[in-house]
């Protein structure tokens, strides 16, 4: 059992109340992390707000490279972050590794920006050669960083890299049911040189200290991923003090594939888009389009795949996916699938639970696909957050696009065909904030992330999340012109 407090000031500090985190995996209990209030937040605030003028004062350079040592500091642990992730969040424990290192590149990528930092100038305004404009680039200053449970940590890396980068410091508000991960990296980082206050880590309920965050006069911004219903009510609640907000909300993502399309290649990115954390990722595949003639071959392929998806605990390295991270998950899935069974779609592989005794305590579901799915079944109108697939038969790209299109969401999206005039066609106009084109679907440092529609709002990832932690001030200098 690990017992976990707040990490505020660089320093565990202890709570009147605190909660269970479950292994999703069993039900057994992983240990238990204070619970917070608004009153802890207005600490962890504080401590924030006292930290950043001596973190700002650092040279970008001097912040890269504690960045740097932070990231070789969280690789060292990964054999015991791992583990605590896959206990905590139930994922495969090479699938927890995969996490830890893109925390840790996340962070050196940022680090490596650090010396690129700056602003501008513009000569001779007014014609006055004494006359110059200055465009300065400066920190925010407080932050809030509110993330979920699915990437525990990455998602939490796409904020502190940029955000600690720019000269901000933080508040960090994990889900309530995966905190230990994240309090562990704070008080490594912390070892490694970031200096107390930068980074102060708050778990508890998020209507109360992700709340708080949101409404905290002294907070400037909240980097916020999660569902979209949360989301909005966080951009409205930021909005009582004029707060900047970058939004990261759900998806529905389409997958097209055309006649023409490598099925093998198609179909293997496909499973993979779907099916890795148990379909539990804001950007895997949730809705397949596929063109009539190949639809078949596609369909088939796929259920071969699928059936060899091997499904139990994160930490037996023999199997692909783990269990859904709650019971309330696993029941939303099924649902979702039930709803659409009810209105006459048909399931092809998988819909059941697993049994047995390695299995019956855990929250797992086997790898689902279906067909005829109707337009107002949940499959389609809702985020499913889960392993279960739809497929839909298609007429050519432009039926393929009208019906990825039509949905409130737009955050990713895959065509696959080998004529890249029509793929780049499509890429302009599927409504997403990331099209692969015959490619997996991956996230890229180097490239911005933000979705379109409800989606979100504001790009992590890329220079653009750095634009995202800093405030752009001009000055007007007359050189002795006073
Ligand atoms: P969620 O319910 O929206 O929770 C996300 C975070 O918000 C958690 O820390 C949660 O705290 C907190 N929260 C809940 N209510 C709040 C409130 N009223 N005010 C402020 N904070 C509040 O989302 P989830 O179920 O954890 O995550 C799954 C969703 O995240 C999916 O929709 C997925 O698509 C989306 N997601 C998006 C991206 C992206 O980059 N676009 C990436 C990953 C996930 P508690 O845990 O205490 O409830």
């Keep these: 059992m690990i017992n976990m407090g707040f990490f505020i000031n660089g320093k565990e500090l202890t709570g009147d109340d605190s909660s269970k985190v479950l292994n999703p995996a069993d039900g057994s209990i992983v240990g238990s992390v204070a619970s917070g209030n608004e009153k802890i937040v207005d600490i962890a605030v504080s401590a924030a707000k006292n930290a950043f003028e001596c973190w700002w004062a650092f040279s970008a350079a001097r912040r890269g490279e504690i960045l740097y040592s932070c990231a070789n500091a969280v690789k060292s642990n990964v054999d015991e972050l791992s583990a605590l992730l896959t206990s905590e969040q139930g994922k495969p424990i090479k699938e927890a590794k995969m996490e830890i290192f893109r925390f840790a590149h996340t962070l050196e990528h940022y680090a490596g920006m650090a010396k690129s930092l700056r602003g501008g100038s513009v000569p001779n305004l007014d014609q006055n050669p004494a006359r110059m404009g200055l465009i300065l680039k400066r920190p925010l200053g407080v932050c809030g960083a509110i993330t979920p449970w699915n990437f525990p940590l990455s998602l939490a890396g796409n904020k502190l890299g940029p955000g600690l980068i720019a000269g901000n410091t933080f508040v960090l508000k ?134 060899k998806i091997t499904v139990g605990s994160g930490f037996d390295t023999s199997n692909r996916m783990g269990p859904l991270h709650t019971k309330g998950q696993r029941e939303e899935v099924e649902g979702q699938f039930n709803d659409a069974v009810n209105k006459g779609a048909k399931i092809l592989v998988g819909g059941n639970r697993p049994s047995g005794d390695s299995h019956d305590k855990g929250n797992y579901l086997m790898p689902t696909v279906l067909e005829n799915c109707s337009k107002d079944s949940k499959m389609n109108t809702e985020e499913v957050f889960g392993p279960a697939l739809p497929l839909w038969k298609v007429s050519g790209m432009n039926e393929a696009i009208e019906k990825s299109n039509d949905s409130p969401f737009g955050l990713g999206s895959s065509v696959w065909t080998k004529d890249l005039d029509a793929a780049m066609r499509a890429a302009e106009k599927i409504e997403s904030g990331y099209t692969w084109i015959n490619s997996i679907s991956k996230i890229y440092d180097e490239l911005p992330f933000g979705g379109m529609k409800e989606s979100g709002l504001g790009s992590e990832h890329g220079y653009e999340a750095l634009e995202h932690y800093m405030a752009t001030k001009s000055v007007v200098m007359g050189i002795n012109e006073a």
């Design 174 to 307: 994990p889900a309530s049911t995966t905190p230990l991960t994240v309090l562990k990296v704070a008080s490594i980082m912390f070892d490694a040189g970031l200096p107390a206050g930068v980074l102060n880590v708050v778990c508890g309920p998020g209507g109360v200290v992700g709340e708080r965050l949101a409404t905290h006069p002294d907070v400037a911004k909240i980097g916020f991923t999660g569902s979209t219903p949360v989301g909005k009510d966080v951009m409205s609640k930021a909005s009582s003090t004029v707060k900047r907000v970058t939004l990261e909300l759900g998806g529905s993502d389409p997958f097209i594939v055309m006649s023409d399309a490598d099925v093998d290649k198609a179909v293997s990115a496909c499973s993979v888009g779907r099916f890795f954390n148990c379909g539990q990722a804001c950007l895997a595949v949730k809705r397949v389009f596929i063109d009539e003639p190949i639809y078949e071959e596609f369909k088939e392929k796929l259920i071969e795949k699928v059936k």
